[in-house]
């Protein structure tokens, strides 16, 4: 059984308690994790905080932090295969995917790199004479980053990254369903030789770790991805410090194919939206709003891709869907199902656990046309598509934004005035057209609603953790005119 530590200012170490993880592939306990406490929670934090305004990380260069996010950036490329295999070993999202994410989570490190020193201030054109006027960018402060099991490296990295750039200090909660790449991630940190306290990577349960930190009077920032019931928590407990947040929360994303689509092109993007990482993705094209006229056509072509796809051990490269990340979620899936076929939705395929072990869960359609069915609102996290149609553009759109969520949306049709149409219309983060899933460094991402606030990705992801700072320059010599005195 492997055994991990935590990372708190430059050191290795063991936890208040340890807890066990699970293999969602065989439901047999493989690891032990350090569970921190309020005590770890607090030297993290205080670590943090030295660093950010008294260690070596305070007095150097942009261009040097630059460098040292470069060097990180090329150990987690080495890297990435070992990497890949903790993920699926801890989380059960398959080696295929893994291995392709985590290679692309190394560009997002060189990018930041190269924003480093790229974040600028301004001079300002002040309407007084006899001063100059500048604005400086600095480090917002400490910050807190509480990441999910889905994804972790790359979810981790549009958050360290831009931060790191910026200048701050962190320290990262990993999930504790699935930590151990995260905690193995630390051991490429301290590599790289980004000074002690800079990175801190914990992890732990919500009361005594993730709320302690949220609420901890030295952190300045929080950036939280999860779902929107745990984010109501993080900015409660945002209250106690009045940190400033940035939530990156579920959706419920629309999946739209008009007649004139390239059916088998749309087929496949849907099948990747929606079944890719098991379905557990915060973008998953979870509701499809197909026009009524090809339904039955397009669900078909749905049907045999679904069927077709290889279900096995996550860390086997033929697998194409591995198991849900805890037997928790197995759970939800299977009841959502259920609840959605007694409200009336028709299962078209899957919906049925298999029998072994594991926490398996097969590519499931419904077809809930006509019906009010609890799957089109509730997110699922899993790899259940539900479907509607429609009749007309205006009612295209009025079935795509029938949610509290707005992170993602596709649109599948040839008719680039109706394209534009949608990207207008439709109300989410992000629109994609004749594609779905692809994301960039370069582009910003987040979204509306209950899908949360702010954007990671882009430059605007690195200014989110600066503040500014006004500095005002007299350049008169006269002195300054008594203010008692009336002229």
């Known amino acids: 059984m492997q055994r991990f530590q935590y990372f708190i200012d430059g050191e290795f170490l063991d936890g208040e308690g340890l807890f066990q993880s699970i293999d969602p592939a065989t439901g047999d306990v493989w690891a032990e994790m350090p569970e921190a406490r309020e005590i770890d929670v607090d030297r993290a934090v205080t670590a943090a905080e030295k660093a950010l305004?008294?260690?070596?990380w305070a007095k150097m260069t942009a261009t040097q932090r630059g460098k040292l996010l470069y060097k990180l950036a090329d150990l987690v490329a080495a890297n990435a295969q070992k990497l890949a295999e903790l993920e699926t070993r801890d989380t059960g999202k398959v080696i295929r995917e893994t291995s392709a994410q985590i290679a692309y989570v190394a560009d997002y490190y060189r990018y930041y790199a190269g924003?480093?020193?790229?974040?600028?201030?301004?001079?300002?054109?002040?309407?007084?004479?006899?001063?100059?006027?500048w604005l400086r960018r600095e480090p917002v402060g400490v910050v807190a980053m509480v990441?999910?099991?889905?994804?972790?490296?790359?979810?981790?990295?549009?958050?360290?990254?831009?931060?790191?750039?910026?200048g701050c200090t962190m320290v990262?909660?990993?999930?504790?369903?699935?930590?151990a790449p995260l905690l193995e991630f630390a051991r490429l940190v301290h590599e790289a030789g980004f000074p002690a306290g800079v990175i801190n990577i914990i992890t732990g349960f919500g009361p005594s770790c993730g709320a302690t930190l949220g609420r901890h009077p030295k952190v300045a920032h929080i950036a939280f991805t999860g779902g929107p019931e745990t984010a109501r928590h993080v900015v409660r407990n945002s209250a106690e410090n009045l940190a400033s947040t940035s939530l990156e929360l579920g959706g419920k994303s629309p999946f739209i194919v008009f007649a004139d689509a390239d059916l088998e092109s749309a087929a496949n993007a849907q099948v990747a939206g929606i079944f890719a990482a098991t379905g557990q993705s915060c973008v998953a094209g979870s509701r499809l709003i197909v026009e009524a006229s090809i339904k039955d056509s397009f669900l078909s072509i749905l049907k045999r891709k679904a069927e077709a796809i290889r279900i096995g051990s996550p860390l086997d490269m033929e697998t194409e869907v591995g198991?849900?990340?805890t037997k928790r979620q197995q759970g939800h899936v299977a009841a959502l199902v259920e609840k959605s076929i007694q409200s009336g939705a028709r299962l078209v395929t899957g919906g049925q656990r298999p029998d072994g072990a594991g926490y398996y869960f097969p590519p499931t359609i419904l077809d809930c046309d006509g019906v009010n069915s609890p799957s089109l609102a509730e997110e699922f996290f899993g790899p259940v598509l539900s479907v509607v149609s429609f009749e007309t553009e205006a009612e295209a759109l009025r079935l795509a934004n029938d949610t509290r969520y707005g992170l993602a949306s596709g649109v599948f049709t040839q008719n680039l005035t109706r394209a534009h149409r949608l990207m207008k219309g439709i109300r989410a983060g992000v629109v994609w057209v004749n594609t779905y899933r692809a994301v960039s460094p370069i582009a910003p991402f987040g979204g509306f609603g209950l899908s949360g606030h702010g954007r990671e990705g882009?430059?605007?992801?690195?200014?989110?953790?600066t503040r500014t700072k006004t500095i005002w320059l007299r350049t008169s010599d006269d002195p300054i005119p008594d203010p008692f005195i009336m002229r």
């Open 53 to 56: 305004y008294e260690g070596p």
């Open 147 to 166: 990441v999910p099991w889905n994804s972790q490296l790359f979810l981790s990295a549009v958050k360290i990254g831009p931060a790191l750039a910026a």
């Open 458 to 465: 882009g430059l605007a992801a690195a200014l989110d953790y």
């Open 115 to 133: 924003i480093a020193d790229k974040i600028e201030g301004s001079y300002l054109p002040i309407d007084k004479p006899d001063m100059d006027v």
């Open 323 to 325: 198991p849900l990340a």
């Open 172 to 179: 990262v909660k990993a999930s504790e369903d699935g930590p």
